[in-house]
């Protein structure tokens, strides 16, 4: 939140992420790429489901680091083609926005949302990444080091 509020303060555009429907509660408008009205819309809270340590894992495999990815990486090289950023915070699994920074040379951070730590593995999203990596032009990463 408070990277949210200083973005807001300077009048500057900022995503949705793990913050973003807490961050619709605090009044912030949040600019999501591929939003096609005019580029801003409130986010919407999914209900919570029982926690199942299999579906989370091909959560982020299948949709983050695979078909999410994609879509991010493609809407955010548009927006940032159309607003000219200085630098991209998204949150760790947010894969297209940092693959986006990298290919446009954007300074970016990725911030860790949840106290246990990053559940971001190689051997689970290195794959889905690889490729998507390859489609932008992007060395190999196997350590996800970037």
Do not use: Y
Not at 5 to 31: E, K, N, S
């Amino acid at each position: 939140m408070p990277i949210a509020r200083a973005a807001a303060a300077a009048g500057t555009c900022h995503r949705r992420g793990a913050a973003g429907h807490d961050a619709c509660d605090r009044g912030l408008r949040l600019c999501r790429p591929g939003d096609r009205e005019d580029g801003w819309r409130r986010a919407k809270a999914d209900p919570l489901r029982p926690f199942s340590a299999e579906r989370e894992d091909r959560d982020l495999r299948d949709n983050f680091a695979d078909r999410l990815a994609h879509q991010r990486a493609a809407d955010l090289l548009d927006l940032c083609a159309a607003r000219k950023p200085d630098i991209i915070v998204c949150d760790e699994v947010d894969f297209g926005a940092m693959i986006a920074a990298e290919r446009l040379a954007i300074s970016f951070a990725s911030v860790v949302v949840i106290a246990a730590g990053s559940f971001v593995r190689p051997a689970l999203v290195g794959e889905p990444l690889h490729r998507l990596r390859a489609e932008h032009g992007l060395p190999p990463d196997p350590e996800l080091a970037s």
